[in-house]
């Protein structure tokens, strides 16, 4: 049955549906523009395999799978691979930080020898080593070095120090580079300090503790850290490089140790998706997000702590990029954007926000075609061309 509507409500309803109809259509166009930069610049450069969700209003919008998981298998990807997120761990370790934090257990501004009492034996030329404070280390400003393991050049050499009781050995050989607080460097130590902090107060290893405190209650139930479970081992993909136009296969499935803190999260893009999904916020969900962290936390989280300008391997790798509390922050046209990016044996990885749009974004890789090097050229490798790219999607749905 057909029903008369006035032509002023017909014209009010126009009106009213305008600005989002056109927000869409430019979403569209660009989501198709992004398609199509990711598939030629994945098959240009030789990436065996790649993926890409978007995430918007909680929801999963976009879905896509490009190339394989195994090369010589021939296995494509899908829904079901599970990708190594690398140094996008390191948000959670923020999290289960700020989760102690609101539960009274620590203060940001606490010193890190408080918890990590060993630490009092680095070399610091700088003044006392109990000025350092966790939310330095959150921040990338606490004066440590970037890799943890800077010994290895053999085959038979662990991935990554498999014990604590190994890096405490080296404590006395570690120098604080710059006098703490004073600007930003890239530390995997200072966030494996934080991991042993979390192991500490929380008396659970921190992959149980993560489990228990993030994965579980955000439903992510085909992810894990380091070794692949038995019954998710097929659906695991394998990595690589690409070095001197050849492809060479990186170890597979590999245990991270004692740095687990610092990068060892696996996981589907379904789970990653409903991470992201937390991440946003949804008001009718925020009962059920609190129980992992409060919106107030998460967005304290979010706020500007020291310029990373003169860092070109994190977020949009550019000069205006910022520090936060374990997510990194940047604008672009006038647009928020907040993410981490991780890279780790042949995995290249980028998660990126535009929370006041509501949207978000997942980009993996299961091949690096280029060493990560912190110098602008990186934004020009062609991961990097692929996820800045990500921009115009949120750029398009904040059009008026």
Request: proline share 6%.
């Amino acid at each position: 049955m057909s029903r008369w509507i006035p032509p002023c409500l017909l014209l009010a309803i126009s009106v009213i549906a305008s600005p989002a109809a056109a927000s869409e259509r430019a979403f569209d166009k660009a989501l198709t523009d992004f398609r199509a930069l990711h598939r030629a610049e994945v098959k240009r450069a030789g990436i065996v395999g790649s993926s890409f969700y978007v995430v918007r209003d909680g929801r999963i919008a976009v879905a896509d799978h490009l190339g394989d998981q195994d090369v010589d298998t021939k296995t494509p990807v899908d829904a079901q691979t599970i990708y190594h997120w690398a140094s996008i761990t390191k948000t959670m370790t923020g999290i289960a930080i700020m989760q102690l934090r609101d539960r009274g257990l620590l203060k940001l501004d606490d010193p890190i020898v408080r918890y990590v009492p060993e630490l009092a034996g680095v070399h610091n030329p700088f003044g006392d080593t109990g000025e350092i404070t966790i939310r330095q280390l959150m921040s990338h400003s606490a004066g440590f070095g970037g890799a943890t393991w800077r010994w290895r050049d053999r085959d038979w050499q662990p991935f990554e120090p498999p014990s604590w009781e190994q890096l405490k050995a080296m404590i006395p050989y570690t120098e604080v580079k710059f006098k703490p607080g004073s600007r930003f460097s890239y530390s995997n130590p200072g966030i494996v300090y934080l991991g042993q902090v979390i192991e500490r107060l929380s008396g659970e290893d921190f992959e149980v503790y993560i489990d228990k405190n993030i994965l579980r209650p955000l439903g992510m139930v085909s992810s894990y850290f380091d070794r692949t479970p038995l019954y998710l081992l097929p659906h695991r993909t394998h990595s690589y490089y690409i070095r001197n136009g050849k492809r060479v296969e990186a170890p597979f499935d590999v245990d991270t140790g004692v740095t687990v803190s610092n990068g060892g999260l696996n996981s589907p893009l379904p789970d990653m998706a409903k991470y992201v999904a937390f991440l946003l916020g949804d008001p009718t969900r925020q009962a059920e997000y609190d129980v992992v962290l409060k919106r107030a936390s998460l967005e304290e989280m979010w706020k500007p702590q020291i310029s990373a300008g003169e860092d070109y391997t994190q977020g949009r790798m550019a000069k205006t990029t910022w520090s936060g509390l374990s997510f990194f922050l940047d604008q672009t046209d006038g647009i928020r954007i907040v993410g981490h990016n991780g890279d780790q044996n042949g995995f290249r990885a980028y998660l990126s926000l535009c929370p006041d749009q509501h949207i978000g974004s997942l980009l993996t890789f299961n091949t690096e075609t280029r060493e990560v090097e912190n110098d602008p050229g990186n934004r020009d490798m062609p991961e990097s061309r692929i996820a800045l790219a990500t921009d115009s999607l949120c750029k398009a749905v904040a059009r008026k």
